[in-house]
Structure formats: C-alpha cells, structure tokens
C-alpha cells in the first residue's frame, strides 16, 4: 500500500534531481559530480563513508537517509485505506482505486518535499560554511563593484560620497532614456503610486513563471532613477536609527513579524494579502534575509523600502546575515541587481547605495519591552546594551576578513576593525538556538557555531538568563528554515520564524 520512496544503494543525477524536486540548483549539481563515482553515480556507501567529511556536510545526508527512510514506513502507515468497500460496483470501484491513487501520490510529494527540505538545508549550511572559512567572495565583489573598490572606500567615505552627489542634485537630475515604457513614480512618492508597482510586479512574477524562462522582474518596469529615489528616502529612515530600536504596539494594537523572505516575491505579496497591507495601523517587522536564494530580491527590497517610506511606521526592517554584500555576491543578488537594472552608472550607484542601507539596518528590535526579535540569536559577547553600543558600519562586510580579526581574541586592523565587534556582530547575525540535547561543554551554554562557522550555539538555559537578566519574554529570531514556517525551542522562550516558501 502507499507508494515508498527508499534509497537505492547509489543514486543517479537524474534521481538526485527528482528527488530534489523544484530546490534543485547548480549548487547542489556540482556537489553532487564532486562525489559521483565514473559512472556518475553516488554510492550509498560514499555517502555514509564522508560521514565525518571534511569539505563537505555529508554527515547531514545519513541524517536525511534515516529520516527517509522513517519517512518512508510512516507513509506506509498512513496509507490511504479506501473508504467505501472495494468489491462494490464497477464504477465505485474505479473512484476508490483513483483516490486511492491521488493520495498515495499526494503522500509520495509530501515525503519528497520533506526530503527537499533536508537536503536543502544540510547543503546551505555546508555552503555558509566554506564561505565562512575560506573567505573565498572577495575577489568576486572587486569584479562586480570595480569603482568602489578602487577608491578602498570605508563606510563614513562612502555615505559622504552619496550625499556631496545628492547636494549636486542626484538622483533627480538622471535622464530618463525615451524608449522607457515603465512606471513615473510621482514626487513625492504615494502609497497608491508604491501599490501599482506591486501589481506591476506580482503580474510580471506570474508571467515569469509561466514562461519558465530567466526572470525578467522588475527589469523595465520601474527605472534606477526611481529606484534610486526609494532607497535613498529609506537610506535617510535608517541612518537615524539606533542598532536596538524599541517599538511599541499601544497604538496599532498588533505587529506582524516575517521571518527570511529571500527573494521570494510571491510569498511576501501573498502575506500582505492574507494579512492586509502594512500600515501605521498594520506595521510589519522583517526579520533579515530579505535577500540573496530567490529570484526576487530587487523587488521584495524595492517595495518593502518603498512601503516604508510612504507610510512611516508601517515597515521595520532588522539586518541579517544576507544583508552583507559579500554574501550577497555569492548567492545571487548581486547579480540580480545588476542583470534588472543593468551594469551602467545608475545600476553601480545602486549598488552602492544599497550596500550602504544594508549597514545602516538596526541589528534588533524589541517589541513592548517584552520580545527581542534578531536575526540569528544571543550570544555571551553582547547584552542589549553592548549592542546598542556596537559601531553597527563598522564593516564593509562581516566575511572575508584577516585571521587577526576574525581568529585572535583582541586582534585589530589599521582600519579599527576589532575581533570584539566583528564577534559581537556576526554573533546576532548568524547563531542558533541549540536543539535539546546538544552537548555542551562543562559550564558552558554558549559554544562556537561549527556547523554554520561563524556565531555560536546557545542552549535553553543561556536563552533564559539572557531573557530574564533583561526582563524580556521571549527571542523571535530567523536564520533557519523551517518546514513549517515556525518552530519553537527553549520551553517557549525562543521562536524561530521563516516565510520564504522554498
Ligand atoms: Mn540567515
């Protein structure tokens, strides 16, 4: 009863890809010619054997073959019993055996989507951690921002940079060309003008799918110059923001939190439907990874930037690990950007702009004095305090730095970047609560990050004094996919929220 997925004792591409389903990536491809033997083919056995593999998260694919195979029997289990008797009529016959059919198949996608699931993360994660150690993005950043690198720009050189250009007019004074046929954002932008644009997009989204083909997005529709204009009004919302911001919900009587949107624009349009678009009366608070996985980075950004600008009060937005260029050049919004808004001065400019809103963005928000919402975790190195006080733009980028800083404990650069905020930073940006179980070593809740390399791990009862020495409530944090959008850990004191779908 019930069709069953197992393992065979080694895969092809071609099942590795099935199996995959729609999460298949270019990635997971060449991961996967890495460990094929000469018949293209991964054996069982090499699976199980990298265990322990160093270069790769291998260890994580036994995890995966035991789920699937657990999977798998818990399927059988709950095999569809036909409803009615079998040996009734002819027809009767024929819909129980089709229902039948249709349910063991809905069975059969569910496993695989969970299997996907699996797969997906364990490969993410191995992926973070080669970026993490290897510091490997930095040259691809210098291809892909050549002026800004020339000039070694440092942040505060940076934002100068964008103002002395805005005092001389820019981004008004950009020639739109004739040939444009998208939208004229009217000055000052209104809210109406933001959810035409919405529509624009969500319309050219469902094109995109339909025609299968490279995603088109908001390439044509709405012009660098007006999307300069959004980012720059944003740019002016978040450089007068602290690194913790307070918000209370007295007024609005309620506050969404979405977790890692990563591109994925159908999801975030399909949330503001569900749940009513952001308002002063209806705010919303992203929680980092707006970017970077999915195709729609450029528009999730451009309108969530958009929406805040029109209506203060209606958006926040906390910064996560992908809001880091580097990252950034390595999983896709780099080259995003760039391919929707073209390689010329506009595009670059943007670029720029949006890398400097990236290290403007509040690294937490704490709703009520009662739920500290941050994109990864705490950690032993910062309490609120020492986050509020943290030089937030300090880096250009939180990977790819020196080993003084990122290995040696009081270790600096010419440029004042100091292991101890580097720490501090990567840990809100990039930890994990740890799942109940996980050993610690004597007298220690909080313990370095191996599987992600970089941030730590903090058990239920780091959680707990953290909260309690705050009097807080609870920790609302991302990072992590979940299958079901939400988890919850640490006897209810921690919530992990992610909102892409896939
Ligand atoms: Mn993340």
């Known amino acids: 009863m019930g069709g069953g997925i197992s393992l065979p004792d080694n895969v092809s ?3 590795a890809r099935e199996f995959a389903g729609e999460r298949w990536n270019e990635q997971m491809a060449i991961k996967f010619d890495s460990l094929a033997d000469k018949n293209g083919r991964v054996p069982r056995k090499v699976i199980f054997d990298h265990k322990h593999g160093k270069e790769l998260a291998i260890r ?3 995890v995966i073959a035991s789920k699937a195979s657990r999977l798998v029997d818990h399927q059988t289990l709950e095999a569809p019993e036909p409803l009615e008797d079998p040996e009734a009529s002819g027809t009767d016959h024929a819909a129980v055996k089709v229902q039948s059919l249709a349910r ?3 069975g059969k996608l569910e496993t695989r989507r969970r299997l996907a699931n699996q797969i997906n993360s364990s490969l993410e994660y191995a992926q973070e951690r080669k970026d993490n150690k290897l510091d490997l993005f930095m040259a691809n950043l210098m291809e892909k921002m050549p002026e800004l690198e020339k000039c070694q720009v440092t942040r505060d050189a940076l934002l100068d940079t964008i103002d002395k250009m805005r005092g001389k007019g820019w981004p008004h004074n950009i020639d739109i060309e004739a040939k444009y046929a998208g939208i004229h954002l009217p000055d000052p932008i209104t809210k109406d003008a933001m959810i035409d644009v919405m529509e624009r997009l969500n319309d050219q989204a469902r094109k995109d799918t339909k025609k299968r083909k490279q995603c088109v997005g908001i390439k044509g529709i709405l012009h660098a110059k007006y ?3 959004i980012a720059l009004a944003y740019m ?4 007068k923001l602290p690194s913790v911001v307070h918000i209370s919900t007295a007024l609005s009587g309620k506050l969404t939190v979405v977790g ?12 503001f439907r569900h749940n009513g678009l952001p308002s002063f009366d209806n705010p919303y608070l992203f929680n980092g990874d707006l970017v970077d996985r999915g195709d729609y980075s450029a528009e999730v950004l451009i309108l969530l930037m958009g929406f805040a600008i029109v209506d203060p009060g209606s958006i926040y937005i906390n910064r996560g690990n992908h809001e880091d260029m580097t990252v950034c050049t390595g999983y896709g919004f780099v080259d995003e950007l760039v391919t929707k808004f073209s390689q010329n001065t506009n595009g670059r400019h943007l670029l720029a702009v949006i890398d400097t809103i990236f290290s403007l963005l509040p690294l937490a928000h704490v709703i009520d004095e009662n739920v500290l919402v941050i994109h990864g975790g705490v950690s032993d190195k910062f309490d609120l305090e020492t986050l509020l006080q943290v030089n937030r733009r300090l880096y250009r980028t939180l990977t790819g730095l020196p080993n003084a800083i990122t290995q040696t404990p009081g270790g600096k650069d010419k440029d004042g970047h100091t292991h101890e905020t580097w720490s501090i930073l990567m840990d809100c940006l990039w930890s994990d609560p740890a799942k109940s179980g996980e050993p610690f070593p004597p007298g220690c809740d909080c313990k370095p990050n191996d599987e992600r390399g970089g941030g730590v791990m903090f058990n239920a009862r780091f959680s707990e004094q953290w909260l309690d020495k705050h009097k807080l409530g609870a920790i609302v944090r ?10 919850v850990a640490h006897n209810g004191r921690v919530l992990t929220l992610f909102s892409a779908s896939n």
């Open 13 to 15: 591409k071609e099942e």
């Open 60 to 62: 994580d694919w036994s």
């Open 104 to 106: 063991a198949r809905r």
């Open 227 to 229: 999307a300069l204009h």
């Open 236 to 239: 002016d919302v978040v450089r």
């Open 260 to 271: 890692d949107m990563h591109g994925q624009l159908r999801d975030m349009i399909q949330i």
């Open 478 to 487: 991302s990072h992590e996919c979940q299958e079901r959008g939400f988890a």
